[in-house]
């Protein structure tokens, strides 16, 4: 595949990275990204890698554009009210892109759904916002041996981390199993900054740019924090045997995936 005249302006800051390269460009225009949840996390990844010329980018939501959403969810707009989150992302990308293929699913994934949404894509993202849809994403995505990088925001914090097969731990492996019901707030009791969103969703992208090139660390085997009130950010050490982690570990014991309560994936 040559590039057109168009493509090597618009990804000549990307094709003067020796870390990409035409080579690397050709690799994010064929790759494959699912980002589940079109909200405050979606919502930066799913322009970025847009913006990046990946190929192929899935994104699913069962929602609405509410007003409430436009403080943080910056691919929707006032004029987007009342309409489907994904057409609403799906816009927004192809105006900033034509190149990229977005393919829109209007649905809660869920057990039932999730393995067949994940099967065709390269790499997962979790833009989701409640700990049923994120330990879902997680079992599913071990199961299938998909690469997958997790997030969450709340008020002035955020964390992310990414899970690579065979290459270091899963979220199970950290976070072991929800939270009871109610024991953590939302990010609707709770409140976020926007930009929280803008901060950890972007980097979010840049681990599934740097997954689709083969470049750098991910943050595989760490955990990654930012505080923004003190403006620190934390890599933390996770540890390397997950050999006993129930779904990823030596001799798993979760085989299916389980449907916790409220485990419908919306994005934050
Ligand atoms: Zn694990």
Redesign the pocket.
């Known amino acids: 595949m040559a590039f057109s005249n168009e493509q090597l302006e618009r990804y000549s800051r990307h094709i003067i990275l020796k870390e990409v390269g035409a080579k690397g460009q050709k690799k994010l225009l064929n790759a494959k990204v699912l980002i589940i949840g079109a909200g405050g996390l979606g919502a930066p990844c799913a322009m970025y890698l847009a913006a990046a010329g990946v190929g192929t980018i899935g994104i699913a939501d069962a929602d609405e554009v509410d007003l409430s959403n436009l403080q943080r969810q910056i691919i929707h707009s006032t004029d987007d009210l009342g309409k489907a989150k994904v057409q609403s992302a799906k816009e927004t990308m192809n105006h900033l892109n034509p190149d990229v293929n977005v393919i829109t699913y209007r649905t809660f994934v869920t057990s039932e759904n999730i393995m067949d949404l994940i099967k065709d894509y390269d790499f997962i993202i979790d833009g989701t916002d409640n700990f049923p849809a994120k330990f879902l994403i997680?079992d599913a995505c071990?199961m299938a041996k998909k690469p997958f990088c997790h997030a969450g925001i709340i008020r002035f914090k955020g964390q992310l981390m990414t899970y690579v097969p065979g290459e270091g731990?899963?979220?199970?492996?950290v976070f072991k199993n929800p939270p009871p019901k109610d024991a953590v707030p939302t990010c609707k009791q709770a409140g976020v900054i926007g930009a929280m969103g803008g901060v950890i969703g972007s980097l979010q992208a840049m681990e599934a740019i740097k997954y689709i090139l083969g470049q750098g660390k991910l943050l595989t085997g760490s955990l990654l924090t930012y505080d923004a009130l003190d403006m620190e950010f934390r890599k933390i050490k996770l540890p390397k045997n997950?050999c006993n982690?129930?779904?990823?570990?030596d001799h798993p014991t979760i085989t299916k995936l389980i449907d916790y309560e409220q485990a419908e994936c919306e994005g934050i």
């Open positions: 997680n071990v731990p899963c979220y199970r492996c997950t982690c129930p779904v990823c570990g």
